[in-house]
């Protein structure tokens, strides 16, 4: 039974609508019924996905009766969508291949662009490594359109698999699927993953590597911030139940061990695998080709060399996770040069901050820009110098439900180069000249400034009894994210209980973060340090949270995850009269 709404003091906690159940906060915040959300369709229809299949079958069968090769080319992206999806492509191709003896008949290369030296997507000069054959673009290609009418022009046959907005004009592709690009397919929330592995499932029979790569297709899918409803919900489920059986290619095995990770929950893929498959592509210029590898790396267990090919398996794995902490350390410095950069620059009152860092990395400038969109409540564009020297390149990430692409890209579409991206993200290229003329531009665009809501919002206020029956509910519902955001519960007089004499404690390497040893569960406040000893370290608080359990050693540790706190009210009072009994004490 949960709580009636009353007035808080001290902060404004208000509750978001009138949902009294988590099924109903579910159903609003997905816009589907229960029915609906718990039962979706595992395979709707995606348009022209048979014929792509087809198409790639009667071109391989059509090389083999010529008695010729086939030179097979994925062309994927840097991201991790981008190398999930070229992994389950090539594993998927190489099985086909082998089971229908065709092997000798085709040559299969994966070929990622390398983000500094080319940027994004298929180009002419990818186009120019192929004399003929046949390239598959997977979470790209809609809007290559002069490198692929290039490719036609060379007698170059090219299927797309793609999951982005197109612009007017349709590349002369042989095949097309991407769901944004007609009104037949039933599901329109892949991601190039997503769509990768439903070819993949058209291809080949084999169920054990199948199984393999719909892990891949989870990853990519929480990883990509694409919506976890229909489909995909049900992808990233049967993904998390593979993975958690141990289920996976040998490379992903191997990164999950040497991460030490335990039960796995979407949140490790978005949060923690997910981000350790970025920091290549983001770091180093042609890095996102040893992430491919190693997730689609996959040993014999009977090969004479099978203790050799581990060990290296292991040591990628190590790289690819050290990369990811350099990652994190270049990303600080550059936030931390953000408001600097904002007062330098003069955009404080901008609706949309175009922000110009000639020391950012270009791999880093899309989570910089996501950052300080969160920060700032506001689309965020980060400039950097492109390494060539001759022009910027940016990364943008929007806030709310501005359409970064629609409303603050198309309108100013002269002044770039190129430009690609979709409602939440968006990249672009633009001559160092342009850049005030753009940043003018959109400060003309009739875009709303969001102001921070003064009230404080949750779904559901809860007893301190109620808390362990959510964990069995929340399981039920996840995997929560993009599309079906964890709901958020309110506490009141929530009591600290002292653990070896103390209430509280602080962590994090800075010391910033605490964690507050509160009951059934501790709850941890990331940055939070600080606001909680500034009000005196009370010792009964109100708390708007989310629950979240850690696995370690085999064992579960349930947490409640603050997102705001005070003192309660009667902890406020008795707070008041210990200082005025302690003034009056100093003052005798």
């Given at each position: 039974?949960?709580?009636?709404e009353?007035?808080?003091s001290?902060k404004?906690?208000?509750?978001r609508d009138s949902c009294?159940?988590?099924?109903?906060?579910?159903?609003r915040?997905?816009?589907?019924s229960?029915?609906?959300?718990?039962t979706?369709q595992?395979?709707?229809?995606i348009?022209?996905?048979?014929r792509?299949?087809?198409?790639?079958k009667?071109?391989?069968?059509?090389?083999?009766e010529?008695?010729?090769?086939?030179?097979?080319?994925?062309?994927?992206?840097?991201?991790?969508?981008?190398?999930?999806?070229s992994?389950i492509?090539?594993?998927?191709?190489?099985?086909y291949?082998k089971a229908?003896s065709?092997?000798?008949?085709?040559?299969?290369?994966v070929r990622?662009?390398?983000?500094?030296?080319?940027?994004?997507?298929?180009?002419?000069?990818i186009?120019?490594?192929s004399?003929?054959g046949?390239?598959?673009?997977?979470?790209?290609?809609i809007?290559?359109?002069?490198?692929?009418?290039?490719?036609?022009?060379?007698?170059?046959?090219?299927?797309i698999?793609d999951?982005h907005?197109?612009?007017?004009?349709?590349p002369?592709?042989d095949i097309?699927?991407d769901?944004?690009?007609?009104?037949?397919s039933?599901?329109k929330h892949y991601?190039?993953?997503?769509l990768a592995y439903?070819?993949?499932?058209m291809?080949i029979?084999?169920?054990d590597?199948l199984?393999?790569?719909l892990v891949?297709?989870?990853?990519?899918?929480?990883a990509?911030v694409?919506?976890?409803?229909?489909?995909?919900?049900?992808?990233?489920?049967?993904s998390l139940?593979?993975?958690?059986r141990?289920?996976?290619?040998?490379g992903?095995?191997?990164?999950?061990r040497?991460?030490?990770?335990?039960?796995?929950?979407?949140?490790?893929y978005?949060?923690k695998?997910?981000p350790?498959?970025?920091?290549?592509?983001r770091?180093l210029?042609?890095?996102?080709?040893?992430i491919?590898h190693?997730l689609?790396?996959?040993?014999?267990v009977?090969?004479?060399d099978?203790?050799?090919?581990?060990?290296?398996?292991?040591?990628?794995a190590?790289?690819?996770?050290?990369?990811n902490?350099?990652r994190r350390?270049?990303?600080?410095e550059a936030?931390?040069r953000?408001d600097?950069?904002?007062s330098q620059q003069?955009?404080?009152?901008?609706?949309?901050?175009i922000?110009?860092?000639?020391?950012?990395?270009e791999?880093?400038?899309g989570?910089?820009a996501?950052?300080?969109?969160?920060?700032y409540?506001?689309?965020v564009?980060?400039?950097?110098h492109?390494?060539?020297?001759?022009k910027?390149?940016g990364s943008?990430?929007t806030?709310?439900?501005?359409?970064?692409?629609n409303?603050?890209?198309d309108p100013?579409k002269?002044?770039?180069?190129?430009?690609?991206?979709?409602a939440?993200?968006a990249?672009?290229?633009?001559?160092?000249?342009n850049?005030?003329?753009f940043r003018n531009?959109?400060?003309?665009?009739?875009?709303?400034?969001?102001?921070?809501e003064?009230?404080?919002?949750?779904?559901?206020?809860?007893t301190?009894?109620?808390?362990?029956?959510?964990?069995e509910?929340?399981?039920?519902?996840?995997?929560?994210?993009?599309?079906?955001?964890?709901?958020?519960?309110f506490?009141?007089?929530?009591?600290?209980?002292?653990?070896?004499?103390?209430f509280y404690?602080q962590?994090?390497?800075d010391?910033?973060s605490?964690?507050?040893?509160?009951?059934p569960?501790?709850?941890?406040?990331?940055?939070?340090?600080?606001?909680?000893l500034l009000?005196?370290?009370p010792?009964?608080?109100?708390?708007?949270f989310?629950?979240y359990?850690?696995?370690s050693?085999?064992?579960?540790?349930?947490?409640?995850r603050?997102?705001?706190f005070?003192?309660?009210?009667n902890?406020?009072?008795e707070?008041?009269?210990?200082?005025?009994?302690s003034?009056?004490?100093?003052?005798?």
């Amino acid at each position: 039974t949960l709580c009636p709404e009353r007035k808080i003091s001290m902060k404004e906690y208000t509750k978001r609508d009138s949902c009294m159940t988590m099924e109903e906060v579910i159903e609003r915040n997905t816009g589907m019924s229960l029915k609906a959300f718990l039962t979706p369709q595992p395979n709707p229809y995606i348009h022209n996905m048979d014929r792509a299949v087809e198409f790639f079958k009667k071109k391989v069968n059509d090389a083999a009766e010529e008695k010729e090769i086939l030179q097979i080319k994925i062309v994927g992206d840097y991201d991790a969508d981008g190398m999930n999806a070229s992994a389950i492509l090539y594993d998927a191709i190489i099985s086909y291949l082998k089971a229908n003896s065709l092997a000798e008949y085709a040559e299969v290369s994966v070929r990622l662009p390398r983000r500094y030296s080319e940027g994004y997507g298929l180009s002419k000069k990818i186009i120019d490594e192929s004399e003929s054959g046949l390239i598959i673009t997977v979470d790209n290609g809609i809007a290559a359109i002069d490198a692929i009418k290039k490719a036609k022009d060379k007698g170059i046959d090219v299927i797309i698999l793609d999951h982005h907005l197109s612009g007017e004009e349709l590349p002369c592709a042989d095949i097309i699927v991407d769901p944004h690009c007609e009104g037949m397919s039933t599901f329109k929330h892949y991601c190039g993953a997503g769509l990768a592995y439903r070819f993949a499932e058209m291809l080949i029979t084999n169920k054990d590597l199948l199984d393999k790569l719909l892990v891949l297709a989870g990853i990519a899918t929480v990883a990509d911030v694409v919506p976890l409803i229909g489909a995909n919900r049900y992808l990233v489920r049967q993904s998390l139940k593979l993975i958690n059986r141990g289920i996976a290619t040998s490379g992903v095995l191997a990164l999950v061990r040497k991460m030490r990770l335990e039960k796995i929950t979407a949140e490790d893929y978005g949060y923690k695998i997910g981000p350790v498959c970025n920091a290549s592509g983001r770091l180093l210029d042609d890095g996102a080709m040893d992430i491919f590898h190693l997730l689609s790396q996959e040993l014999d267990v009977f090969a004479l060399d099978y203790d050799e090919q581990l060990l290296k398996l292991h040591a990628l794995a190590d790289t690819v996770i050290e990369r990811n902490v350099d990652r994190r350390r270049i990303t600080e410095e550059a936030l931390e040069r953000s408001d600097a950069l904002i007062s330098q620059q003069c955009l404080a009152d901008d609706a949309v901050y175009i922000i110009y860092d000639t020391q950012v990395s270009e791999g880093v400038m899309g989570i910089v820009a996501g950052k300080l969109a969160e920060k700032y409540m506001r689309p965020v564009i980060v400039f950097a110098h492109a390494q060539d020297g001759e022009k910027l390149k940016g990364s943008g990430r929007t806030y709310g439900n501005i359409h970064l692409k629609n409303q603050v890209l198309d309108p100013c579409k002269e002044y770039f180069f190129a430009y690609g991206g979709h409602a939440g993200a968006a990249g672009m290229t633009i001559p160092e000249k342009n850049l005030m003329l753009f940043r003018n531009k959109v400060r003309k665009l009739d875009i709303p400034v969001l102001y921070r809501e003064k009230r404080i919002l949750y779904d559901l206020e809860v007893t301190k009894e109620e808390i362990p029956e959510l964990y069995e509910k929340m399981e039920f519902f996840a995997p929560f994210g993009e599309g079906n955001p964890e709901p958020v519960f309110f506490i009141r007089n929530l009591e600290l209980s002292p653990v070896r004499g103390k209430f509280y404690e602080q962590n994090g390497s800075d010391g910033k973060s605490i964690k507050l040893f509160t009951m059934p569960y501790p709850s941890s406040g990331y940055q939070m340090a600080a606001e909680y000893l500034l009000m005196d370290a009370p010792k009964k608080i109100d708390m708007t949270f989310e629950v979240y359990t850690i696995y370690s050693h085999g064992k579960e540790h349930r947490r409640l995850r603050m997102l705001d706190f005070c003192a309660s009210k009667n902890a406020e009072t008795e707070t008041s009269f210990k200082k005025e009994l302690s003034a009056m004490l100093n003052f005798m």
